[in-house]
């Protein structure tokens, strides 16, 4: 039996091949790349023993404190941070900066010693000199600075004007016909 390589009837073979790549025929449909792919995080969504005490420990103690750092350095999810945050705010371990932007920072001790007496607030004795860092008596006369010298004389206003009212403009004259 003959081979039935010689027969070429197929569609493809009828036509005859274009040379150059001009002109019509299908184009190529170009492949869109997938992209760079993130390695998806695991980050818990709730509390071990370890990153609850993690959280109680070093949380306090960052200058910053924002549901994305949270979640970044526990490694936890970001509903599990806000949680955290609310926590650490009810325990007064840390203060808001502005709780509408979520942005917390530590809390800034003060000093609870006991109130100094002030000399102002002490009975003050006749002919003593006054402290350095006491405040002024409130019958001395205050006191009036120099205007800089580098400072430019400021300009009064000057009155407006009244508008002027406006001139009618002449009637145009009309160009005289061209002639041919």
């Given at each position: 039996m003959p081979a039935k390589a010689a027969?070429?009837?197929s569609k493809s073979a009828a036509k005859p091949a274009k040379s150059?790549?001009?002109g019509g025929g299908k184009a190529k449909k170009k492949k869109w790349s997938k992209g760079k792919?993130?390695?998806?995080?695991?980050?818990?969504v709730l509390f071990d023993k370890a990153t609850y005490d993690k959280m109680?420990?070093?949380v306090p103690g960052y200058k910053l404190i924002t549901i994305s750092i949270l979640s970044e350095r526990l490694k936890i999810g970001?509903?599990?941070a806000r949680k955290a945050i609310r926590e650490l705010l009810a325990k007064n371990?840390?203060?808001a900066v502005a709780?509408?932007?979520g942005i917390y920072t530590k809390v800034i001790k003060k000093e609870t010693?006991?109130?100094a007496v002030t000399p102002a607030a002490a009975p003050a004795k006749e002919g003593a000199a006054p402290a350095k860092d006491a405040a002024p008596a409130k019958d001395a006369a205050p006191k009036v600075e120099a205007p800089a010298k580098d400072a430019a004389p400021k300009k009064e206003a000057a009155p407006k004007k009244e508008a002027a009212p406006k001139k009618e403009a002449a009637p145009k004259k009309e160009a005289a016909p061209k002639k041919a």
């Open positions: 027969k070429t009837t150059g790549g001009g792919q993130r390695e998806k995080l695991n980050n818990l109680l420990k070093e970001g509903s599990l371990l840390i203060q709780p509408s932007g010693a006991a109130p």
